[in-house]
Structure formats: structure tokens, C-alpha cells
């Protein structure tokens, strides 16, 4: 009898790593990138994508944007080992994101998060409509001010996005930028933001909009993913967001700060893939 529990147990684990229990996803060695520009209005997103050298006809996408001030290379460590894990994956940089984005068409003083909401919204529709992408299986992923346009993104847009994965998301820019002007005509015309020169039309609606509530209305699969010791975007919200989400699950990691550095980023690597895995 023992024998036999054992064996059961063997050829269960076997058939649920080739995919007959409903787990079939690609484990690639290697990831095949190449560039991909996406233009809507006057605007040139510019991105990267990564793909798995060996690929189903049709894959699971997950779309990942980056916080402000940044561009694609702070998304690229979660890309390239999504992609190895069977997603094609796509970084790109927001339009105005950033003094050293490649993308064109905004500079900073006219992005804001709700222009960054289109620019996602744009990618969103690309890649959907690819040949090689399984329309219904599109997650997005955001660090930071990323983060809080995924999440607005996927609020507005219900049965588009599959899943969301939201890294030290800045649930705080509402209650920030309330914090500093009551109006927006207290708002100079340059604004230095955490390093990133901004203009009036960064907190025109964020002045009258309760952006935590309009970003948290996303009812599919949610992960955030926060560090204790976050010191610009507080643990707090996290907390917050979570509890806002129909579905949301809240991993902490202990002592990390904002952006993840050292070893925090190969712990939310690992967290993002166990949730894509259980929710593909």
C-alpha cells in the first residue's frame, strides 16, 4: 500500500509538470528581445519585447510599466524572467516618463498619470491584437507611479486584463499632491518631483480626484507587492489598496524600501511568477 502512495504521488507530479492537470507553460533557456515602437495620436511609445526562444503558437502577455522617472530598464530583470517562465512579455517607456525616455511626443511637463493611463492603454490594444498573444490572457505589471496606472488601467478596463501584479505601487500621489496645493493655481509651472521636472498638467486632476478609489475598482486577480520600510510611497497604502480590491493579495516584504533594492527584487520576482502560475 505504501508503495502504491508513493507511486500515485510520483505520476502526479509528473503529469501536473507536463500539463495534464491544466499547468502547460514554457520554461525557456533563453529569451529572444527585439524592439517594438507603438504610435497612437502623436505619440511613439518606445519598448522592448521578450520572448521565449521555444513558444507556443499563442502566449500568455504581461505588459510592465515603469515608475516615475525611470524607463523599460527598471521593468527588465521581471520581463526577461517572466519570459522565461513562457510569457512574452513587452517594457516600454511612458511618453514623458522620464528626461531620459526614448519615447516621443510628451516631455515631462505634460505627462501626468492619466496620460501615462493612455500611453498603457495603447500598449494594452497592441499587444492584444497580436498573432502570437492569447488576447485573453493579458496581465499588467507597475512599479511605483507605474503601478497606479496599471492599476487605473485595468479599473477601466475590466475584461481586458487578466490579472495585475503592482510593485511599491503610488497609491500616495492623490493624497500628496493634495497635500502640497489646494489648487491648481498654486501649482508653479515646473515642479521637482522626486527628481523628475513635472508641469501644472501633473496635478490638474489629481487635485480633484480620489485616485485611490478610482484605481482599486479592478475585480480579477491582484497582487501588491510592498516593502516594510517603504519611505516614499508608506506601507500604509498597500495595506489600503488591498483591502479596496475584490481580489487582491498583499505580500510585505520585510525591511525592503522603495524600488527594491538588493535581494528585495529577486523575492518579488519570485512572488510575481507563483501568482501568474496560479492565476494562468
Same mark, same amino acid.
Given at each position: 500500500?505504501?508503495?502504491?502512495?508513493?507511486?500515485?504521488?510520483?505520476?502526479?507530479?509528473?503529469?501536473?509538470?507536463?500539463?495534464?492537470?491544466?499547468?502547460?507553460?514554457?520554461?525557456?533557456?533563453?529569451?529572444?528581445?527585439?524592439?517594438?515602437?507603438?504610435?497612437?495620436?502623436?505619440?511613439? +511609445?518606445?519598448?522592448? +519585447? %521578450?520572448?521565449?526562444? =521555444? =513558444?507556443?503558437?499563442?502566449?500568455?502577455?504581461?505588459? +510592465?510599466?515603469?515608475?516615475?522617472?525611470?524607463?523599460?530598464?527598471?521593468?527588465?530583470? %521581471?520581463?526577461?524572467?517572466?519570459?522565461?517562465?513562457?510569457?512574452?512579455? %513587452?517594457?516600454?517607456?511612458?511618453?514623458?516618463?522620464?528626461?531620459?525616455?526614448?519615447?516621443?511626443?510628451?516631455?515631462?511637463?505634460?505627462?501626468?498619470?492619466?496620460?501615462?493611463?493612455?500611453?498603457?492603454?495603447?500598449?494594452?490594444?497592441?499587444?492584444?491584437?497580436?498573432?502570437?498573444?492569447?488576447?485573453?490572457?493579458?496581465?499588467?505589471?507597475?512599479?511605483? !507611479?507605474?503601478?497606479?496606472?496599471?492599476?487605473?488601467?485595468?479599473?477601466?478596463?475590466?475584461?481586458?486584463?487578466?490579472?495585475?501584479?503592482?510593485?511599491?505601487?503610488?497609491?500616495?500621489?492623490?493624497?500628496?499632491? !493634495?497635500?502640497?496645493?489646494?489648487?491648481?493655481?498654486?501649482?508653479? !509651472?515646473?515642479?521637482?518631483?522626486?527628481?523628475?521636472?513635472?508641469?501644472?498638467?501633473?496635478?490638474?486632476?489629481?487635485?480633484?480626484?480620489?485616485?485611490?478609489?478610482?484605481?482599486?475598482?479592478?475585480?480579477?486577480?491582484?497582487?501588491?507587492? =510592498?516593502?516594510?520600510?517603504?519611505?516614499?510611497?508608506?506601507?500604509?497604502?498597500?495595506?489600503?489598496?488591498?483591502?479596496?480590491?475584490?481580489?487582491?493579495?498583499?505580500?510585505?516584504?520585510?525591511?525592503?524600501?522603495?524600488?527594491?533594492?538588493?535581494?528585495?527584487?529577486?523575492?518579488?520576482?519570485?512572488?510575481?511568477?507563483?501568482?501568474?502560475?496560479? =492565476? !494562468?
Amino acid at each position: 500500500m505504501r508503495f502504491i502512495q508513493i507511486l500515485s504521488i510520483f505520476f502526479a507530479s509528473l503529469f501536473a509538470s507536463f500539463g495534464l492537470f491544466g499547468i502547460n507553460r514554457v520554461h525557456a533557456a533563453s529569451v529572444n528581445e527585439k524592439s517594438l515602437n507603438i504610435r497612437y495620436k502623436d505619440i511613439k +511609445l518606445v519598448g522592448h +519585447l %521578450y520572448v521565449p526562444e =521555444h =513558444h507556443e503558437e499563442q502566449m500568455p502577455a504581461v505588459i +510592465l510599466s515603469h515608475g516615475l522617472g525611470g524607463d523599460y530598464t527598471q521593468m527588465e530583470p %521581471y520581463a526577461k524572467a517572466l519570459a522565461k517562465q513562457g510569457y512574452l512579455t %513587452y517594457a516600454y517607456d511612458f511618453a514623458g516618463g522620464s528626461s531620459n525616455s526614448a519615447s516621443t511626443g510628451r516631455n515631462t511637463r505634460q505627462m501626468s498619470v492619466f496620460t501615462e493611463e493612455e500611453d498603457l492603454t495603447a500598449v494594452l490594444n497592441n499587444i492584444r491584437q497580436r498573432s502570437d498573444v492569447d488576447a485573453s490572457k493579458v496581465s499588467l505589471v507597475g512599479a511605483s !507611479q507605474g503601478g497606479l496606472v496599471s492599476a487605473l488601467t485595468a479599473s477601466q478596463h475590466q475584461r481586458e486584463v487578466h490579472s495585475l501584479g503592482l510593485l511599491y505601487p503610488a497609491f500616495s500621489a492623490g493624497d500628496e499632491a !493634495q497635500s502640497r496645493y489646494s489648487s491648481i493655481n498654486e501649482v508653479p !509651472q515646473s515642479v521637482n518631483l522626486y527628481g523628475t521636472e513635472v508641469g501644472r498638467p501633473y496635478y490638474r486632476r489629481l487635485l480633484k480626484t480620489n485616485v485611490m478609489n478610482l484605481a482599486t475598482r479592478y475585480n480579477g486577480p491582484t497582487i501588491i507587492i =510592498h516593502g516594510s520600510a517603504d519611505r516614499i510611497v508608506p506601507v500604509r497604502y498597500a495595506r489600503q489598496a488591498a483591502q479596496k480590491f475584490p481580489h487582491a493579495q498583499l505580500e510585505i516584504i520585510k525591511g525592503a524600501n522603495h524600488d527594491f533594492p538588493g535581494s528585495a527584487e529577486g523575492k518579488s520576482i519570485r512572488m510575481l511568477d507563483r501568482f501568474f502560475e496560479q =492565476h !494562468q
